[in-house]
Structure formats: structure tokens, C-alpha cells
T-cell receptor, first 114, second 110 residues
Framework: DTAVSQTPKYLVTQMGNDKSIKCEQN?????MYWYKQDSKKFLKIMFS???????INETVPNRFSPKSPDKAHLNLHINSLELGDSAVYFC?????????????FGPGTRLLVL | GNSVTQMEGPVTLSEEAFLTINCTYT??????LFWYVQYPGEGLQLLLK?????DKGSNKGFEATYRKETTSFHLEKGSVQVSDSAVYFC?????????FGAGTRLTVKP
């Protein structure tokens, strides 16, 4: 059973389109995250939700909007896609937002904007 | 700037060689420290962690010791295997603030 799953695995789209990436965790965790990994493997946190409430919102363009319908899901919607949005997006979850918690990552969604 | 600095790669070693990947951090208070590993085409997974000063995290032959005096958490392994080839990320978590280093790519050749 996959602990943290993301769909789709690959996403190729044109500039200006709107797309969504879905994430689900079946670990019963309270906290979920979205990260962006660029082509040089640098990993940067975008958002963090705890029990469906936003707790971290890094400097990310307004075009990116997370939505958490329940604590097992954290979806990422991206409006007006740009070339620079091409990256691998990872969803993760942890039991809580505590500093010692291990984060469990999904397999990633590889987004290519043409 | 980034509050986690780790050794730039890529690192290429022969099988059974000794590995060190340096990591230093900046943080207020008492962060937890982590090493995550990313195998090709996969997400990150926890390798080891330490939550207070002088703690040693260990797993699969890898070790790292939380050194508060030098703000470091260097990763070591006495004898690497081909299957250890991956990208290694140092990270610190403090006050709802999780930061990763830039990653170090390790390639182990037979």
C-alpha cells in the first residue's frame, strides 16, 4: 500500500494552462506539505497544512493555490502555468508539525511546461 | 540565504570506500536534524535523524552526530556499496521551519 500518493506522475502542458496535482496520504497524519524540486535537485517548501489549516506559506506566486478538503488530502492547483514552473513537485506528510517528526514523501509529479 | 549548507557534489567513490558528506546548519534554538536520501526517480525517504545535541542517528551503516558546538551533522559510512548511489539531503526543522540543503549526489562504482 502506498503511504503518500500523487497523481499524475507526469504532466506535460502548455504555458498559460491551469492544472492540478492531487496528493493523498493513508498514514493518518495531521500535517501535509508541498515541495518544489528544481532541475538542480534543490528542494524548497511551498506550503504546509496541519489539520486542513494552512501553517506555512512560503513566497510562492498567487498562481499556486493549495486546497485541503480533509486532512488526508492536499491538492495543488496552478493557474496560468509558466515555463519556470517546470519542476518536480513532491507532496509529503508527517504525524504532526513537531520539529522531530519524520516526513514521508510521495513519488513526485514531474511537470513540464512547454 | 539557505540555513543548511552541505558539501557540493557530485561525489564518486569506489565500492567499500569511506564516505563523508559534510553538513552545517544555522538555526535559533534547538532544531532537529535529518538526512534524507533520494534514489533515482523516487521521492525522498528518511535515512536517519537526531533531535538533540550529541545524539547519533544511524541506519543502514550510515551515521551522523548532532554537534551543537560546530552546528554540524556530517554523514558518514565506513564502506559504501553500489546500491548507496543516490542524492543525499541534509535538513533541519525548527519552529515550523523545515529547510533542506542543496543535496549531494553520490555515485559508487564497482
Amino acid at each position: 500500500d502506498t503511504a503518500v500518493s500523487q497523481t499524475p506522475k507526469y504532466l506535460v502542458t502548455q504555458m498559460g494552462n491551469d492544472k492540478s496535482i492531487k496528493c493523498e496520504q493513508n498514514l493518518g497524519h495531521d500535517t501535509m506539505y508541498w515541495y518544489k524540486q528544481d532541475s538542480k535537485k534543490f528542494l524548497k517548501i511551498m506550503f504546509s497544512y496541519n489539520n486542513k489549516e494552512l501553517i506555512i506559506n512560503e513566497t510562492v506566486p498567487n498562481r499556486f493555490s493549495p486546497k485541503s478538503p480533509d486532512k488526508a488530502h492536499l491538492n495543488l492547483h496552478i493557474n496560468s502555468l509558466e515555463l519556470g514552473d517546470s519542476a518536480v513537485y513532491f507532496c509529503a506528510s508527517s504525524q504532526s508539525e513537531g520539529r522531530a517528526e519524520t516526513q514521508y514523501f510521495g513519488p513526485g509529479t514531474r511537470l513540464l511546461v512547454l | 540565504g539557505n540555513s543548511v549548507t552541505q558539501m557540493e557534489g557530485p561525489v564518486t567513490l569506489s565500492e567499500e570506500a569511506f564516505l563523508t558528506i559534510n553538513c552545517t546548519y544555522t538555526a535559533t534554538g534547538y532544531p532537529s536534524l535529518f538526512w534524507y536520501v533520494q534514489y533515482p526517480g523516487e521521492g525522498l525517504q528518511l535515512l536517519l535523524k537526531a533531535t538533540k545535541a550529541d545524539d547519533k542517528g544511524s541506519n543502514k551503516g550510515f551515521e551522523a552526530t548532532y554537534r551543537k558546538e560546530t552546528t554540524s551533522f556530517h554523514l558518514e559510512k565506513g564502506s559504501v556499496q553500489v546500491s548507496d548511489s543516490a542524492v543525499y539531503f541534509c535538513a533541519r526543522h525548527n519552529n515550523n521551519d523545515m529547510r533542506f540543503g542543496a543535496g549531494t549526489r553520490l555515485t559508487v562504482k564497482p
